[in-house]
């Protein structure tokens, strides 16, 4: 057998064991299992894994599926006019079609209509790794907020040991619509975490997501966005890697209509080997005028190991509109350590204040005032623990 | 034995020479002010007294306190007890001025074996010197030095300084950039910091900030070297010659400024 056939084996081989369901969602699983077998898991050939090898996952023996959440839903008990929302946004690549291949059940939101939803609603996801097994785990989670609804959202990932999780979460924001997003990544530092997230916003609808990587060996975001007339989309990340950790993060705002407006901010904090990658692709329609964009990606390199990756992808068919984009690269400023230092201030505390001074950026913009505290205080935690991050 | 002792001090940046053999010394309880034109070393020996690492030390030495000063990190010479007031001041956003305060007051006292203050007792403590450097409480919760204006980052060190209580408070170009009423706040601070166990050294291009914060004693730095040193009338002579009536000319020494 070649090494693909065989990977192939190994999930078609966890795949049949699933419990039968019912028929339509049988037919879902069939013909997403299928589309991954003749994908097969992307290699560094691909232009979008280019700086992103998911060999490691690709020649692991994954050995069952982990339970989903408590409060998740069978997907057989979907509602009908809900099913049609499942597997219609996100792209179909491999990873997004393992994860239907697996659908058993599901965190499902639905926001009716003009209702407000004041309090954060908590999404947690934990898959714990034991000795010997390498659970794989496919969190999906399908979010309808009807047209003048309003929701925040927060999906936490987390786990202990060695495990895979490959989530998708699919958004519908209906015209008129509110959702402000947090997605904390806090993996165990074995995991691989590979997560596609993505958005469809409806006429003058607002999306905020702040999208925080802290855990895992291997991780990879893919944010999409579609936007309609007078969308706006707020696209923030953060991103900190030691060690031999590596994160991507691919975003795609697409703006299919005129007056949209979409703003993305990602910094990033790299030491040790770590190695990132930002890859910001903005795509204007030949529609849509008067669009406005900006996307900004700021990178903290503390050691001489860590590698950042970063590029902008603008493809723009409308005359009529305004998208700037920058990145840069950069170490803590001298003069800033000095001065800290010069108060008597040790060097030590003085670049983990400068650290997270950079990180606060991100960490300010976010709502929730108890996840902005709990974000601050594991941030504080991990500059500590590493002292020359 | 002298607070600070300087002997023929020597450092380059890059590869150019800015201190050509400073000696100075200064006991406990003075005031030295160190005039000179732009590029004589001034902002140089100020920055290499509290361990910029910029500045290559080449030659010499420095004894303070009877430790050799050039040994000490940055912020070990910060803890015990020297203080710069920057020329420049640095904007720090995303730490606030209140937080990096409270850190340094309480490493200082760390190392002076006394116990760290809680945020209530510092804000007690801080209170009073705010009043008196005329600064509003909300600069507390803004970050360091960002968006603040010329005068208030001037006024901040001196703040700064009054919290930390230096043993030798070096102030660099500290007059620069404030008008006369600013200059005679910041003035008055320093004054109020003047004891026998305090000594200070003020740098400075005028003589403007020496008839409110008056010297013991005056040097002339030209070409790194202190070229003439005097009473507090050294200072008024310069003001009514200028430094060609020592034979230095300013506009050769502008091309070399550090």
Redesign the interface.
Known sequence: MTAVAEQIGNWLEQFTQQEPAEPWLQKLRDSAFARFTELGFPTTRDEEWRYTNVAPIARANFVGQAPGLPSNVPVASLPEIDREHLGRYAPQNAFVALNTAFLRDIAFVRVARGTVVVQPIEINHVVSGQAGSLPHAHPRTLIVVAPGAQCTIVETYKGTGHYFTNAVTEIVAGDGAVIDHYKIERESPEAFHIATMQVSLGRSANFTTHNISLGGALVRNDIGATLSEGAEATVNGLYLVNGTQHVDNHTVIDHAKPHGSSHELYKGILDGHASAVFNGRIIVRKDAQKTDSKQTNKNLVLSDDAVIDTKPELQIFADDVRCTHGATIGQL????L??????????A??RS??T???A??IIDRIKIPELRNQLEKVLSEKFHEHGNY | MALLEIKDLHATVGDREILKGIDLTVEAGEVHAIMGPNGSGKSTLAQVL?????YHVTGGQVTYDGKDLLAL???D???EGI??A?QY??E????SNMY??K??LN??RK?RNLPELDAMDFLERIREKMTAMNMDQTLLNR??NAGFSGGEKKRNEIF?MAV?EPRLAILDETDSGLDIDALKLVAAGVNAMRSAERAMIVVTHYQRLLSEIVPDYVHVLADGRIVKSGGKELALELEAGGYAALGIQEEAEAVGKA
């Open positions: 400023d001298a003069e800033s000095f001065y800290l230092q010069s108060r008597g201030i040790g060097k505390q003085a204040l400068l997270q001074a950079f606060q950026d | 509290a361990g910029r690492e910029l990190s940055p912020e010479r910060a803890r203080f710069l920057f001041p640095v720090i956003p995303g730490v990096f305060l850190a340094a490493t200082i190392h970050p360091v700064q930390l």
